[in-house]
């Protein structure tokens, strides 16, 4: 089984910084991808950022230049570092990850952690 689990999210004023984390557990062999998904209110789940094993990124326009998604492999763990915060980007942030355990490719979502931006 694999588990993952996000941390650090909390309440912060306009302009703010939070870094969030991802902890992957369990079997596994290799990350073969993470990435940020968040769910604002009353909108639709949106991807944030996305890295690869390479550490290749990908970010969304509405957070390009603002945050930093990073990887620790050693740690089986992925970081959004956010920067410049705004009121919109309150939402619950998950972390989502491409994981090999067992010779099998697997989709795995963490519960989610909330981060709320505002004055």
């Known amino acids: 089984q694999v588990q993952l689990v996000e941390s650090g999210g909390g309440l912060v004023q306009p302009g703010g910084s939070l870094r969030l984390s991802c902890v992957a557990s369990?079997?596994?062999?290799?990350?073969?991808?993470m990435e940020w998904y968040r769910q604002g209110p009353g909108k639709e789940r949106e991807l944030v950022a996305a890295?690869?094993?390479?550490?290749?990124?990908n970010y969304a326009d509405s957070v390009k230049g603002r945050f930093t998604i990073s990887i620790e492999n050693a740690k089986n763990t992925v970081y959004l570092q956010m920067n410049s915060l705004k009121p919109e980007d309150t939402a619950v942030y998950y972390c989502?990850?491409?994981?090999?355990?067992?010779?099998?490719?697997?989709?795995?979502w963490g519960q989610g952690t909330q981060v709320t931006v505002s004055s």
């Open positions: 989502k990850s491409k994981i090999f355990s067992r010779s099998l490719l697997g989709i795995y």
């Open positions: 369990g079997r596994i062999f290799s990350i073969e991808a």
């Open positions: 890295i690869s094993r390479s550490g290749s990124t």
